[in-house]
């Protein structure tokens, strides 16, 4: 079913009446999913009708082939990698008032941070240091996410520090403001609408600017009159029933797709996690291990070219089964806390949600070799022109598998040669060789060759 709307430019709006008429029809209709699973194996994304049969699934053998059909579909389109990366925190201050958030405003027990640049600087090359090539940089709302403190953070890391590519996830702001973002170099914009549901999003943001639902929901237009081809979307799930949040996320980025050619670069996952100082007593809507399973699996299906991205609030096993099913990034090594990688052995008390997987990045790589994938820190997209309308056009024909696995062979040797530990250095060299002689193209596996000898002599950043 399609949003019908008079004017292109209007800004989107939640389908509330038909996902939840379609919540109700698709209730046991079973008979149709093999159909939808076949149709999504053979390239067709999922409609809203579809993805709500796939989200009422619990026969297990309906989910197993829902989830074998999000894994085929992933590494057709993204191969065996995993992309890696890690969140900054440069402010806890904000003056919103999100009932499940411990950065809340009226959480008097939160000892307040906002680093200066240069302390962004150092958390930025301890990250470097670790092996990491992209940061995302995240901040409360307030003083932490000014439009000049931001621009000035990116500025700095370019400047001062070898990481390749900065993104940005900061609360929504003026169109000519995202202008700036972009001038700076920002990558990504990523912005989570948290719950699409109007009534539970007012019960949720009590105060602050972000009590507004409809200036969060329209963000993503600005961003993209403003220039960012990738944008990053998601929702807090557990706030709502995650079935309406799934269906709206993917209404929302149909709405993207007809309006920007292209629709979200990644889609965040988040489950709503105890964090201390929430307003929260429990989760409102508990999300179960297989309801997750089910979100990532239906992301992949309807939404196929973006990044599906799962945090380190999940714990390594279910990390572990997503990976498998249809996620294609995670982050690792992972500190919420402000200054928390610079000052790693200290406990700031500062973190906005507790974490469930503290694994290192080295660790986290060698779970992602063992379960059969390949881990990649490539930023070359995003510098190389693939974003937006070209890099879904790439997903989609398959460019992106071949130009991004050798590129992921790329930044994964050089990880192993500057920062892998014995154990992962000895799998991941041989993990390469291995994917090297798979290269059917003689020319192009001699490229790839050629690239991975060029980082084994020292050469940085080596990619297509
Ligand atoms: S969720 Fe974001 S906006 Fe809300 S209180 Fe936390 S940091 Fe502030």
New binding site residues.
């Given amino acids: 079913m399609k949003t019908v709307r008079n004017n292109v430019q209007e800004t989107f709006r939640v389908p509330k009446e038909e996902i939840a008429a379609l919540l109700w029809e698709c209730r046991g209709s079973v008979s149709n999913a093999e159909n939808i699973l076949e149709q999504a194996r053979q390239g067709r994304c999922l409609d809203l009708t579809a993805a709500a049969t796939l989200l009422n699934l619990d026969e297990p053998h309906l989910l197993d082939r829902l989830y074998e059909t999000a894994r085929e579909v992933k590494e057709r389109i993204f191969g065996k990698r995993i992309v890696l990366f890690a969140p900054l925190y440069i402010s806890?201050r904000?003056?919103?008032?999100?009932l499940?958030?411990?950065?809340?405003?009226g959480n008097r027990e939160a000892e307040r941070r906002t680093l200066e640049i240069p302390e962004i600087v150092e958390e930025a090359r301890a990250l470097y240091d670790a092996g990491y090539r992209r940061v995302l940089l995240v901040?409360?709302?307030g003083y932490g996410s000014s439009i000049d403190y931001l621009c000035e953070a990116v500025a700095a890391i370019y400047r001062e520090t070898p990481i390749r590519i900065v993104h940005v996830n900061a609360?929504p702001m003026a169109e000519e403001n995202f202008v700036r973002l972009k001038t700076a170099g920002v990558g990504v914009y990523q912005c989570f609408q948290?719950t699409y549901h109007r009534e539970t999003y007012d019960r949720m943001?009590p105060s602050?600017p972000?009590r507004d639902y409809d200036r969060r929901l329209s963000v993503m237009d600005r961003a993209r009159t403003a220039g960012f081809g990738d944008v990053g979307m998601g929702a807090l799930f557990g706030l709502y029933d995650y079935r309406f949040e799934v269906l709206a996320l993917i209404a929302h980025a149909r709405d993207l797709e007809e309006r920007f050619g292209s629709g979200p670069h990644t889609v965040s996952v988040p489950r709503l996690q105890p964090a201390a100082g929430s307003a929260l007593e429990s989760v409102p809507r508990p999300v179960s291990d297989e309801a997750f399973k089910k979100i990532v699996a239906v992301f992949r299906l309807a939404i196929p070219y973006a990044g599906v991205v799962v945090s380190t609030r999940e714990g390594p096993g279910l990390r572990e089964e997503v990976i498998r099913i249809g996620a294609s990034q995670i982050s690792a090594g992972s500190r919420t806390d402000i200054g928390g990688y610079s000052h790693a052995a200290e406990e700031t008390g500062t973190a906005?949600f507790s974490l469930s997987d503290g694994r290192s990045l080295d660790e986290m790589i060698g779970a992602i070799l063992d379960a059969g994938l390949e881990p990649s820190l490539c930023t070359a997209c995003y510098r190389s022109g693939r974003t937006g309308e070209s890099f879904r056009t790439a997903a989609e024909t398959g460019k992106v598998r071949n130009l991004c696995e050798a590129n992921a062979l790329f930044s994964f040797m050089e990880y192993l040669k500057d920062h892998g530990t014995d154990k992962t250095r000895a799998a991941g060299r041989g993990r390469i060789a291995a994917r090297v002689a798979e290269i059917k193209d003689d020319a192009f596996r001699r490229e790839v060759e050629k690239g991975l000898d060029r980082v084994a002599r020292g050469e940085e950043d080596v990619h297509f």
């Fill in positions: 806890n904000c003056v919103n008032n999100c499940y958030c411990g950065f809340r405003r901040a409360g709302e609360a948290e943001h602050g972000k906005q």
